[in-house]
């Protein structure tokens, strides 16, 4: 790539991307600007960041607070369509991916950049989602992908390329587990996850107490939904990260979110990752338990539909889209009065809705009773079903005929 002079880069402070500020530097001649995401992923990650990447020779590091942000504009919209990926995951990851692209393009705007950089693997889902946003919010900054480029392929090599330089990396030859965290989630790759056939240790486990060795007593917490968002625990009115982080801690003690799925990736291979989201797991139980007194068939059923595409439009990195906004929009339609109580038992890895109210439930005592009532003429059903299944019948005569 010619006339790359200033280059925003995705920086962590691991291994890859302390390598990346001086590959960039030696093989473009650009200043590297480092910009780092504050999306929850824990003060132990964010310690003494910017010193490492001042360190490996970047002329600036940006630190962005994106934690309310993420939860309350990302991970709520998304929690009101009901999005699970292939049945089981909650879309951690693939949640935080576009608040923090959306702010790395903000930061190379206003740094003047030509490019932004990543240190994403070309073997993953991650690269097609920062490159999706850029292409959607600023597609004339150029972007680069070292991972494509370079001719380094492992971990020793690229420490021996840092040792070259008199770089300091705390990282180590042998890495057992690929991990990502923020305030939604904890996912672990790698290891002895790299077999199907392994059953996770307890090594991999970071988030949350073994379920068997989770309290004996089930712990209750209730939650307020106001037009599809919890916005109360425990009567305590929270903002949406104060309410992730209070459930994360709770859930967590009871092992409450681990899953562990082989998934199909977008570029096409499938990979298997343990994913611990405590919090996440309760706060969709709840809004799943108003879904049921409030929405009626078809449209519960609409909405299913929308979280199963939803699902694969986040997991493939096309939240800055007009389809995106066509599912929120009618995912906020649908919200609009899903709005009461829940109360949730959480015990030993599992979490149950055990009461549940809504001033807007369509449940009515009155006409599911299995007494005596005075509201329902059950002889009404006739007429109904000889109409619900005359297309049958008419299919059957017209069998017989022949």
Same mark, same amino acid.
């Given at each position: 790539?010619?006339?790359?002079?200033?280059?925003?880069?995705?920086?962590?402070?691991?291994?890859?991307?302390?390598?990346?500020?001086?590959?960039?530097?030696?093989?473009?001649?650009?200043?590297?600007?480092?910009?780092?995401?504050?999306?929850?992923?824990?003060?132990?990650?964010?310690?003494?960041?910017?010193?490492?990447?001042? $360190?490996?020779?970047?002329?600036?590091?940006?630190?962005?607070?994106?934690?309310?942000?993420?939860?309350?504009?990302?991970?709520?919209?998304?929690?009101?369509?009901?999005?699970?990926?292939?049945?089981?995951?909650?879309?951690?990851?693939?949640?935080?991916?576009?608040?923090?692209?959306?702010?790395?393009?903000? $930061?190379?705007?206003?740094?003047?950049?030509?490019?932004?950089?990543?240190?994403?693997?070309?073997?993953?889902?991650?690269?097609?989602?920062?490159?999706?946003?850029?292409?959607?919010?600023?597609?004339?900054?150029?972007?680069?992908?070292?991972?494509?480029?370079?001719?380094?392929?492992?971990?020793?090599?690229?420490?021996?390329?840092?040792? +070259?330089?008199?770089?300091?990396?705390?990282?180590?030859?042998?890495?057992?587990?690929?991990?990502?965290?923020?305030?939604?989630?904890?996912?672990?790759?790698?290891?002895?996850?790299?077999?199907?056939?392994?059953?996770?240790?307890?090594?991999?486990?970071?988030?949350?107490?073994?379920?068997?060795?989770?309290?004996?007593?089930?712990?209750?917490?209730?939650?307020?939904?106001?037009?599809?968002?919890?916005?109360?625990?425990?009567?305590?009115?929270?903002?949406?990260? +104060?309410?992730?982080?209070?459930?994360?801690?709770?859930?967590?003690?009871?092992?409450?979110?681990?899953?562990?799925?082989?998934?199909?990736?977008?570029?096409?291979?499938?990979?298997?990752?343990?994913?611990?989201?405590?919090?996440?797991?309760?706060?969709?139980?709840?809004?799943?338990?108003?879904?049921?007194?409030?929405?009626?068939?078809?449209?519960?059923?609409?909405?299913?539909?929308?979280?199963?595409?939803?699902?694969?439009?986040?997991?493939?990195?096309?939240?800055?889209?007009?389809?995106?906004?066509?599912?929120?929009?009618?995912?906020?339609?649908?919200?609009?009065?899903?709005?009461?109580?829940?109360?949730?038992?959480?015990?030993?890895?599992?979490?149950?809705?055990?009461?549940?109210?809504?001033?807007?439930?369509?449940?009515?005592?009155?006409?599911?009773?299995?007494?005596?009532?005075?509201?329902?003429?059950?002889?009404?059903?006739?007429?109904?079903?000889?109409?619900?299944?005359?297309?049958?019948?008419?299919?059957?005569?017209?069998?017989?005929?022949?």
């Amino acid at each position: 790539m010619e006339g790359i002079n200033k280059v925003v880069l995705a920086y962590s402070g691991g291994l890859d991307t302390s390598a990346i500020v001086p590959w960039l530097k030696e093989n473009y001649g650009c200043e590297v600007i480092c910009f780092v995401a504050d999306v929850g992923q824990g003060a132990d990650d964010l310690e003494g960041v910017e010193q490492k990447a001042l $360190a490996s020779g970047a002329s600036k590091c940006i630190v962005k607070d994106l934690k309310d942000e993420f939860v309350k504009d990302y991970v709520y919209p998304t929690l009101k369509t009901g999005a699970i990926y292939e049945g089981t995951y909650l879309l951690g990851t693939s949640m935080a991916r576009p608040v923090i692209a959306k702010a790395m393009v903000e $930061a190379a705007m206003a740094e003047g950049a030509d490019a932004i950089a990543h240190g994403c693997t070309g073997k993953g889902n991650d690269q097609v989602r920062f490159e999706g946003a850029v292409a959607a919010l600023a597609p004339q900054l150029k972007v680069i992908a070292p991972w494509r480029i370079w001719t380094m392929r492992s971990r020793e090599e690229l420490l021996n390329y840092l040792s +070259e330089r008199n770089i300091p990396c705390k990282a180590s030859i042998t890495k057992i587990y690929s991990r990502d965290a923020n305030a939604w989630h904890i996912s672990t790759e790698g290891g002895e996850l790299e077999s199907t056939w392994n059953e996770p240790s307890a090594a991999v486990w970071q988030w949350t107490v073994d379920p068997e060795a989770a309290p004996d007593k089930a712990e209750y917490v209730k939650l307020t939904v106001a037009n599809g968002e919890v916005v109360a625990v425990d009567d305590q009115a929270l903002s949406p990260y +104060e309410v992730l982080q209070t459930l994360n801690e709770r859930a967590a003690k009871h092992g409450v979110g681990r899953i562990d799925i082989t998934e199909n990736r977008l570029v096409g291979m499938k990979s298997r990752g343990c994913y611990e989201t405590p919090g996440g797991t309760v706060m969709m139980a709840a809004l799943r338990a108003v879904e049921e007194l409030v929405l009626d068939k078809t449209t519960r059923a609409w909405r299913e539909k929308l979280g199963a595409e939803f699902s694969h439009l986040v997991y493939d990195g096309r939240w800055f889209t007009p389809l995106c906004k066509a599912i929120l929009a009618s995912a906020n339609a649908i919200a609009e009065d899903l709005s009461g109580e829940v109360v949730l038992k959480m015990y030993k890895g599992s979490v149950t809705a055990v009461q549940k109210r809504s001033v807007n439930s369509l449940y009515s005592e009155d006409f599911a009773t299995f007494g005596a009532d005075e509201v329902y003429d059950q002889s009404h059903a006739e007429g109904f079903i000889r109409l619900y299944t005359l297309a049958s019948r008419i299919r059957a005569l017209k069998e017989q005929s022949k």
